[in-house]
């Protein structure tokens, strides 16, 4: 059983430990945290389900006071892993892979971290083998890792050289007040990093893309235009090889997804914790063909669509499975992805 730890108790963290506590062949040996947040207090509420570490300069006399049990600091959470999830704040992962690195094991950076912090940048379909042994992995954004998923799943089918992509991106997660209040659109500068990363990971694929910021918090959507190596993608040939991914949710605007907010309610209805949802969504009704080009639009679900890429980067650095597929279908297996088809 592969032993597991979680730094950083926040959006991703949160998820990232309930995604290793769904996977039968894992063991979550506990988080670590700094401040008795809300996400903790919840926990204790919930009857700390998982082990809570404290990192350094945290004030336990803060945690005793609201009654949340510490079973210990962040060496003794590191001493007992294979692997460190790190989804600290941008920065601190850097800092702290000194500590793994000293104790001799294993982590996977969220995408806040540069990618100078890993030996792999990491995708669970497009690039899974190049993690496997790696000491040190970095996976790719939220947007990055949806956009990868369409990409890839039409380039393992028929072959793309070209895409250009249009982001439409939330401004802040839900709950958050740091980037104020908003009622206007912001212009990125062009390429985005989101086309520059995919052509890290898919380096045969021509990328380029533009972004814009808008004033909501409940997922992001990205327009793709592809254009196939080996001729034209139809509509056909694009749907049915979306539909087979269990990772992209096809769906119909007349079966009343209207936009973004119709997932996330969508995934509350389901009873998804948080309203999260693992699947990125494809709108059936988007896919065009235009000229040589296939295009189509995704909804990312930015606080939930890494984990499933992230229990890929455990499966590849630690080698439980040899390939992508083999790698990938067990975390959909346990995270229940494409049940639902």
């Known amino acids: 059983m ?6 950083g108790y926040g959006v991703i963290g949160q998820r990232l430990a309930d995604g ?46 609201a009654g949340i049990p ?12 294979d692997i460190m999830l ?13 500590r793994y690195e000293k104790a001799g094991i294993r982590a996977i950076f969220q995408g806040g971290e540069k990618n100078s912090v890993a030996d792999v940048f990491f995708h669970g379909y497009a690039n899974y083998e190049k993690g496997l042994g790696a000491q040190y992995l970095k996976l790719t954004s939220c947007n990055t890792t949806g956009l990868i998923r369409s990409v890839d799943c039409l380039d393992r089918k028929y072959g793309v050289d070209r895409v250009a992509i249009t982001i439409i991106r939330r401004v802040a997660d839900p709950g958050d007040y740091h980037r104020g209040l908003t009622n206007a659109l912001q212009m990125d500068k062009a390429p985005s990093h989101q086309a520059l990363d995919l052509m890290t990971i898919m ?37 049915a090889a979306f539909k087979a991914h269990d990772r992209i949710r096809v769906v119909r605007i007349e079966d009343g997804f209207l936009g973004n907010a119709s997932f996330f309610r969508y995934a509350r209805d389901l009873g998804n914790p948080r309203g999260d ?24 679900p930015q606080e939930s669509v890494t984990i499933p890429e992230t229990m890929d980067a455990i499966r ?5 499975q040899p390939d992508a597929a083999s790698g990938t279908a067990e975390t959909n297996k346990y995270l229940g992805l494409g049940k639902w088809k």
């Open 20 to 65: 290793v506590a769904l996977q039968k062949d894992m063991e979550l040996v506990g988080i670590a945290d700094l401040a008795p947040t809300l996400s903790i207090r919840a926990l204790k509420e919930r009857g700390m389900p998982y082990d809570l570490y404290l990192v350094e300069g945290a004030d336990k006399a803060a945690f005793d006071a």
């Open 203 to 239: 380096p045969h694929v021509e990328a380029t893309g533009i972004l814009v910021h808008t004033p909501v918090t409940h997922g992001h959507i990205i327009t793709v235009v592809a254009h196939g190596k080996q001729g034209k993608i139809r509509k056909d040939m694009a749907l």
């Open 316 to 320: 590849a650095a630690l080698r439980m």
């Open 70 to 81: 510490v079973k210990g600091c962040f060496a003794d959470l590191i001493g007992k892993v």
């Open 86 to 98: 790190d989804s600290s704040p941008g920065g601190v992962g850097a800092k702290n892979k000194e």
């Open 2 to 7: 592969v032993k597991v730890g979680v730094a």
């Open 277 to 300: 949802m693992y699947e990125i969504g494809l709108w059936e009704d988007s896919i065009v063909e235009s000229g040589d080009h296939i295009m189509y639009a995704i909804n990312i």
